[in-house]
């Protein structure tokens, strides 16, 4: 099958589109074939290299898709061949303390698929296989492409401001990097729970499409003083949660922008990892500072019901053939693409 593999991590240029073997399902796995998969920034982490975290190269990075169930095992009773699913990308033993609370984040073995390396390539290729458990149904109402740029971002921040946060109603919610993918994401689902979302981004283009998707505020961190601005439209209270994933250079600003006793929650860093802190805010202010990593299957499950009944939509600012996933993980490195890049096997 054709896939894009890299060997080696460095800049976009190490993504090869080459022949490789077709995967064979295992006993509980199935085998998909790929109508869609969709960029995350975490394949562009995987690709550049993490200090700390192991790879085992060649790899194929891909941690979202829709498709079509090619192949089951034979331990496999919940999927059938021609099912048209999306997948949970959170992969676990399913056995162990954690995973039988819900909390598969937290097992011994989680794994981002992926992202993460080991027994499984991701879904940038003609096929993948995963786990049965891990694939839920293709909402009926979104095309493959359009289904393949939901599950990895909703979930995420379905646990950032739901779970976490405990997202209410009425509360300012200030949302950095909004016009990207996690971004569009937490606009809907701040709306969903009838908060106030604050969209932060860099370009009208981004702006216009924040407000289209319910962006009650809207913020251009090239020309305006973000805290200046949050102060105007909070009456001076500031931000109940401040959603965080853009790191060192917006962290100092989203602390200052937080009310007190507001939550931050956090689940990147995209502009780098060793934010500062005045650690006398975190006492004087009461203010929870909180950390989220993707989340678990019943999250999932719990935030696509409202992609089904449309209150949650895809945005896709791009579809790109497989061969230029390089040009798609470019785009997204220079911050120059509206919503999410779904990628086409040819
Ligand atoms: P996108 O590229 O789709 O969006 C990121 C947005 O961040 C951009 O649109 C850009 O918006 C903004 N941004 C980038 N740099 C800066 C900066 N220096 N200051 C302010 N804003 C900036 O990425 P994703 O939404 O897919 O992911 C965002 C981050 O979250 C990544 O670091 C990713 O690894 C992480 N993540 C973590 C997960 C987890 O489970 N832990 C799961 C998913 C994502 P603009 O320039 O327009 O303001």
Redesign the pocket.
Known sequence: MKAVVFNQHGGPEVLRYTDTPEPKPGPTEVLLKVKASSC???DI?ARRGLPGMEMILPHISGSDVSGVVAEVGSAVKTVKVGDEVVVHCGLSCRECYYCTHGEEFFCRDFK?WGFQTGPLDGSHAEYCKVPSVNVIPKPKNLTHPEAATIP??LV?VWRMLVTRAKIQPGQFVLI??A?????IMAIQVAKLFNARPIA????DD?LALCQRMGAEFLLN?TKQDILQEVRKITSGKRADIVFE??GA??WPISIQCLKWGGTIVT?????GFDARLDIRLLWNKQQNYLG???GNKGELIDAMQFVETGKIKPVVGKILPLRELAHGQDL?ER?A?LG?IAIIPE
């Open positions: 995350n920034f975490n982490w981002i990895l971002v995420t950095w990097g016009g990207g993918g996690l971004g932060i981004t860099s370009g981004k961190r994933h853009t250079e917006t689940c990147g860093a995209t502009s989220s990593h993707l997204m911050n693409v999410k």
